[in-house]
């Protein structure tokens, strides 16, 4: 959707069509969920944070510079959404996972259930052990395939600053996975 029609279907969502948002979620909402369900690896919570970005955008709709792309607010209410999500579940969330594996595989030995667990699962777990904004940062270039512009422009960094952090995310990411 280009920022023109974009704009226009939020005037008319401002004076009063309240349907005229829907278009905004039809565009919009994949995205959104699948930042979610990749941040949290929770389906349900994905969609309760979905659902949270999309109210949050409607209620202060009024605050959006139209000289901006509405996806690019969206998504920053989003990943600062998610982000507060994470926060309360940190400290328990990679101990879960664990925990769970080894419940599910009580019968099996703790090297085949690791042995089981490679792969993707190991990339996502050493995801996990990543601080929150370098996972989003990696999650958003390389899963959403955001140019690093737009993910600059998302977190107010400046581009060499994400280039960075998207560096060190994955020198890190990559030094977890040779643990």
Known sequence: MDQQLEAEIIISVLKGDRQAYALLVDEYKNQIYSLAFRMTKNAEDANDLAQEAFIRAYKNLWRFNPQKKFFTWLYTISLNLIRNHLKKL??????????????????????????????????????????????????????????????????????????????????????????
């Open 90 to 179: 940190r400290s328990n969330e990679l101990t879960a996972r664990l925990s769970f594996l080894y419940s599910e595989n009580e019968d099996r030995s703790p090297e085949n259930i690791l042995i089981d667990a490679e792969g993707l699962k190991e990339i996502e777990l050493s995801l996990l052990d990543l601080h929150d904004e370098a996972r989003a940062l990696i999650i958003m270039k390389y899963q959403q395939g955001l140019s690093f512009e737009e993910i600059a422009e998302i977190t107010s960094k400046s581009l060499s600053a994400v280039k960075m952090a998207i560096y060190r995310g994955l020198e890190r990411l990559k030094q977890l996975m040779s643990e």
